[in-house]
């Protein structure tokens, strides 16, 4: 187990509603990025969170933000969803030393009817 | 041209098999080069990193080609359980150290 926990597993939302995703990263990691995997593609950069701030964002419309707390676990929230949006949405959390080890959480299936 | 590109397979090989997967990225200034594994409806492990000397794990070897702007990953006797996707990463230089994820490559190994 990677220590890396993501919440809920799977959910079913329709288009224009709003979700928030939670990830809980691993013990004594201060860095937390967002990827979204849809199927049969590789996961895609979102966000990434370094000590609560945003320091790098990917190719994805304002409407996907996040939130990383004091305690290193973040949140993904994602407004008016599109059935684009369906996929799987993995967190992963790195650590001070630069190893370049991501450890992922198992991820949260979104879709979106 | 996409920055990071893998050949999406399958491939469909018998156990025992040896079996090759190259990557290829856009970005000459890289800095650093992974391979992760992804078993059906999971998420990503480490499964190795890859340096410039090569580098050899039991039955995996990794090979980084900067000149030519390519990875590889060589699984030698292949097993039933190394049946999965295998997602070449690669890392920008500095920075906030944010890395690139190929497609993967999926590998099927069949008794």
């Known amino acids: 187990e990677t220590g890396v926990t993501q919440s809920p597993t799977h959910l079913i939302k329709t288009r224009g509603q709003q979700v928030t995703l939670r990830c809980s990263s691993q013990?004594?990691?201060?860095?937390v990025s967002w990827y979204q995997q849809a199927l049969g593609q590789g996961p895609q950069f979102i966000f990434q969170?370094?000590?609560?701030?945003?320091?790098g964002r990917g190719n994805f419309p304002p409407r996907f933000s996040g939130l990383q707390f004091p305690n290193y676990s973040s949140e993904l929230n994602v407004n008016a969803l599109e059935l684009d949006d369906s996929a799987l949405y993995l967190c992963?959390?790195?650590?001070?030393?630069?190893?370049?080890?991501?450890?992922f959480g198992e991820g949260s299936r979104l879709t979106v009817l | 041209r996409k920055e990071v590109e893998q050949d999406p397979g399958p491939f469909n090989v018998p156990e025992g098999a040896t079996v090759a997967f190259n990557c290829t990225y856009s970005?000459?200034?890289?800095?650093?080069f992974f391979w992760y594994r992804q078993d059906c409806r999971k998420e990503p492990k480490l499964l190795m990193s890859?340096?410039?000397s090569g580098n050899e794990d039991g039955r995996f070897t990794a090979q980084l080609n900067r000149a030519s702007q390519y990875i590889s990953l060589l699984i030698r006797d292949s097993k039933l359980s190394d049946s999965a996707t295998y997602l070449c990463?690669?890392?920008?230089?500095?920075?906030?150290?944010?890395?690139?994820f190929g497609r993967g490559t999926s590998l099927i190994v069949h008794p």
């Open positions: 969170y370094y000590r609560e701030e945003e320091n």
């Open positions: 890859v340096y410039s």
């Open positions: 990463v690669v890392n920008p230089t500095g920075g906030s150290y944010i890395p690139t």
């Open positions: 013990s004594g990691h201060n860095t």
């Open positions: 970005n000459s200034a890289s800095q650093s």
């Open positions: 992963a959390s790195r650590g001070t030393a630069n190893t370049g080890e991501l450890f």
